[in-house]
């Protein structure tokens, strides 16, 4: 049921939203050197990596770390980097790996391959077993301002309360933080 409904409003948000995408891929290439897309290891279901696209905000070069491991993550933004991330604009393209079964619309974040202790973590609590999401239970519940292990009881909790009423109600307090800017720190 759920990986219906995920393949059903992915085509349906890919197409409401071509415009708003072949925009934000131009506005990058004019904006900085190198591609629209940056493709980034991540780790799915089962701790299976796959292959994440995001429009780039961040410059051609940059470690491929979790960005609170930069030491000053603002020097690799690019000119336009800091409004896609705080409008999760350069998110968009996560629904081709949607589309694909790679992730789901809600559940965990993938974790960037290098991230041992999120993912060690998320196996010892089982969360590892879920599809990775768009957005999830921490998502709304502190994002990027959250130490790993809070991440990994608040995605550990929404395994045990998953259902299609608290889905949608992840995806509404997602829509109202994105509106507020809430929780982003680059």
């Known amino acids: 049921m759920k990986r219906c409904?995920?393949?059903l409003l992915a085509l349906l948000?890919?197409?409401f939203l071509a415009g708003p995408i072949l925009f934000v891929a131009l506005l990058v290439r004019l904006t900085s050197r190198g591609p629209a897309l940056y493709w980034s290891d991540r780790v799915g279901r089962h701790n299976v990596i796959f292959r994440m696209p995001k429009f780039r905000s961040m410059r051609v070069g940059t470690p491929?770390?979790?960005t609170h491991l930069l030491a000053d993550p603002k020097v690799?933004?690019?000119p336009i980097g800091s409004f896609l991330r705080k409008s999760s604009l350069d998110e968009l393209p996560q629904l081709w790996s949607i589309l694909r079964g790679d992730m789901s619309f809600v559940g965990p974040r993938p974790a960037l391959f290098n991230q041992e202790d999120l993912i060690a973590l998320r196996t010892e609590q089982g969360v590892h077993a879920l599809v990775p999401g768009l957005?999830?239970?921490a998502q709304v519940?502190?994002?990027d301002e959250l130490p790993i292990p809070d991440k990994v009881k608040l995605d550990a909790e929404y395994l045990h309360r998953r259902s299609l009423v608290f889905d949608i109600r992840i995806l509404w307090l997602t829509f109202v933080k994105v509106m507020r800017r809430d929780g982003?720190?680059?």
Do not use: E, I
Request: aromatic letters at 10%.
């Open 5 to 7: 409904s995920d393949l």
């Open 13 to 15: 948000a890919s197409l």
């Open 64 to 66: 491929a770390v979790a």
């Open 76 to 78: 690799y933004l690019t």
């Open 135 to 137: 957005t999830g239970w």
């Open 141 to 143: 519940n502190g994002r």
């Open 184 to 186: 982003v720190a680059h």
